[in-house]
């Protein structure tokens, strides 16, 4: 997601990610890797669980799960990555941004 985005910006959405760690690894993490959007420490899994990310002990911690949320608060797609993996390509992300904003009339 890093290398699109611009055009996930340019389709009006915000990627946020979320992860386990505590606040400080988390912005050490940020820093280091110099992502551009924004990111936001769950070491307590309220987060996660809210959408439903699983946490496999076995798979050293949480399984990626990506969820598009409206600006209604609707959740409008959701993929739960069996591993490490699964985590879709963007093309089909923008795409269906594209049809929402279409929907609602956003350019």
Same mark, same amino acid.
């Given at each position: 997601?890093?290398?699109?985005?611009?055009?996930?910006?340019?389709?009006?959405?915000?990627?946020?990610?979320?992860?386990? %760690?505590?606040?400080?690894?988390?912005?050490?993490?940020?820093?280091?890797? %110099? #992502?551009?959007?924004?990111?936001?420490? %769950?070491?307590?899994?309220?987060?996660?669980?809210?959408?439903?990310?699983?946490?496999?002990?076995?798979?050293?911690?949480?399984?990626?799960?990506?969820? #598009?949320?409206?600006?209604?608060?609707?959740?409008?797609?959701?993929?739960?990555?069996?591993?490490?993996?699964?985590?879709?390509?963007?093309?089909?992300? #923008?795409?269906?941004?594209?049809?929402?904003?279409?929907?609602?009339?956003?350019?």
């Amino acid at each position: 997601m890093r290398q699109d985005y611009p055009q996930f910006q340019a389709r009006h959405a915000e990627i946020l990610a979320i992860g386990p %760690d505590s606040p400080e690894a988390f912005q050490r993490f940020w820093r280091e890797r %110099d #992502l551009p959007f924004p990111g936001l420490p %769950d070491p307590e899994h309220q987060v996660a669980s809210v959408y439903g990310q699983e946490s496999k002990v076995l798979r050293l911690g949480r399984l990626p799960a990506l969820v #598009l949320v409206d600006c209604a608060g609707i959740i409008r797609y959701v993929h739960y990555g069996g591993s490490m993996r699964d985590i879709p390509p963007n093309e089909p992300l #923008l795409a269906l941004l594209d049809q929402l904003n279409a929907e609602e009339g956003v350019k």
